[in-house]
């Protein structure tokens, strides 16, 4: 495709339950960031796929966020046991070596 | 952390005013990058400047990066009421760092 896409664009889902969210990334590009964005505020950095390299796990909140990058190229960014904390805006984004980054259109999260 | 800071949190003007927003940030950067976000939703990307460069344009964007006050400002001229959005500065720091650090940015409205 031409650029990033995310899916679902939004999800609401009940607390406890676990959920999945998917980006595919522009063809090529090697880098791949998730963030999480709540009302008002700046991006805060989830997780970063460079290539095959061990993925930077640095910014996940807590042990109930995980992704993955299969292949290079798809992620999925999966969320157990769902708080009404978590519920903002899932961005992802991809890029080629520290350039600037193409965003996907989010995927809002609710948690209720 | 080398996070970018925005200011003004918040500006309103009128139409064919300019906007000038500034991101200030902590050590030595690898590029400075401006974004826009309109709905809460993706970043789109306007302008990267490199710590070598001082100044760059695109159409009614300008950009100045001052290395020595750690600081750079993103001017845009004659406004438009499509120009209101939230507006981000993301850090790239030196070589070897390729996850950027996001401001919380500014809110411009643009009155018609």
């Known amino acids: 495709g031409a650029g990033v896409s995310q899916s679902p664009s939004n999800k609401v889902t009940e607390k406890g339950k676990d959920v999945e969210l998917r980006c595919d990334p522009i063809s090529g590009h090697t880098a791949l960031y998730w963030y999480r964005q709540s009302l008002g505020q700046g991006l805060e950095f989830l997780i970063y796929f460079q290539g095959n390299s061990a993925p930077d796990k640095s910014g996940l909140p807590s042990d109930r966020f995980s992704a993955e990058r299969t292949g290079g190229s798809v992620s999925t960014l999966t969320i157990q046991r769902t708080q009404q904390e978590d519920s903002a805006v899932y961005l992802c984004?991809?890029?080629?070596?520290?350039?600037?980054?193409?965003f996907g259109p989010g995927t809002r999260l609710t948690v209720l | 952390s080398q996070q970018g800071e925005e200011d003004p949190q918040a500006l309103s003007i009128q139409e064919g005013e300019n906007a000038t927003m500034n991101c200030s940030y902590k050590t030595s950067i690898n590029n400075l990058q401006w974004y826009r976000q309109n709905s809460g939703r993706g970043l789109v990307h306007l302008i990267l400047?490199?710590?070598?460069?001082r100044e760059k344009h695109s159409g009614r964007l300008r950009v100045t990066l001052d290395t020595s006050k750690k600081s750079s400002s993103l001017l845009i001229t004659a406004s438009r009421a499509a120009d209101t959005a939230s507006y981000f500065c993301?850090?790239?720091?030196?070589?070897?760092?390729?996850?950027?650090?996001f401001g919380r940015g500014t809110s411009l409205i643009v009155h018609p």
């Open positions: 984004a991809s890029s080629l070596m520290a350039d600037w980054e193409y």
């Open positions: 400047i490199r710590s070598n460069e």
């Open positions: 993301a850090v790239f720091g030196e070589r070897g760092s390729y996850i950027p650090t």
